[in-house]
């Protein structure tokens, strides 16, 4: 399996900032996810990042909110902009694995409070 | 959209019970996998079983495609195995996973 790891690990933001969310794998994939699980709840796509091309959001998500940069086959960030305490979530990206193009391996989350 | 329904919501055990989390889904899938989400938050793959059984250790998991459900097995549960347990399935030819609601497992010493 992938070993992937995400920063910051955890975080505490203020109200109307950004924050920047790291991803890297140890290995060159084709597509990375980005999951939100907000607190007590399950996992909820956000997009998938596919290197060379523009992000693809699943509805209820936009770009502006949550713009997406895949700069090589290996990296991504996710941005959460312009917060609001509806956005304390567990920030998750996710890859293939190599079971298969069907099996997906986690970082360890990015947990986000927004007061 | 497909929905993805686990069950028991909750689950509270002694240490060395058994337990079978079950999954129902509403459409055709190519791809089912379960994960355990430790008290810290990782998600850990434990199996990718789109249909059949397969055994790892204590877990195994039963996959009945045409009837739309999957079953996880814990035997001689340990305090380890605490957490919460997701099924995640995709369509055919859809490869992005629609994650189920989660059984929350708490295993007593």
């Known amino acids: 399996s992938a070993v992937i790891s995400q920063k910051p690990s955890r975080d505490i933001c203020q109200r109307g900032t950004s924050l920047t969310i790291q991803c890297q794998v140890d290995?060159?994939?084709?597509?990375m996810f980005w999951y939100r699980q907000q607190p007590g709840q399950s996992l909820t796509l956000i997009a998938t990042?596919?290197?060379?091309?523009?992000?693809?959001?699943e509805s209820g998500f936009v770009i502006d909110k949550f713009p997406i940069s895949r700069p090589n086959l290996t990296f991504s960030t996710l941005t959460v902009s312009n917060m609001s305490p509806e956005d304390s979530s567990i920030y998750l990206c996710?890859?293939?694995?190599?079971?298969?193009?069907?099996?997906?391996?986690f970082g360890p989350g990015t947990r986000l409070l927004v007061l | 959209g497909i929905q993805v329904e686990q069950s028991p919501p909750d689950l509270i055990l002694q240490e060395g019970a058994n337990s079978t989390l079950r999954c129902n889904f509403s459409?055709?899938?190519?791809?089912l996998q379960w994960f355990h989400q430790n008290p810290w938050g990782q998600l850990i793959n434990l199996f990718y079983?789109?249909?059949g059984t397969k055994q790892n250790g204590r877990l195994s998991a039963t996959t009945v495609a045409t009837e739309r459900y999957s079953l996880l097995y814990i035997s001689s549960s340990q305090t380890t195995d605490s957490g919460v347990y997701f099924c995640?399935?995709?369509?055919?030819?859809?490869?992005?996973?629609?994650f189920g609601t989660g059984t929350r497992l708490t295993i007593i010493p």
């Open positions: 996710s890859v293939p694995g190599a079971g298969g193009p069907l099996t997906q391996y």
């Open positions: 290995s060159q994939v084709t597509m």
């Open positions: 990042a596919n290197q060379g091309s523009e992000a693809t959001y």
């Open positions: 459409d055709s899938v190519n791809n």
């Open positions: 079983i789109p249909s």
């Open positions: 995640a399935v995709a369509r055919f030819g859809n490869e992005k996973l629609t």
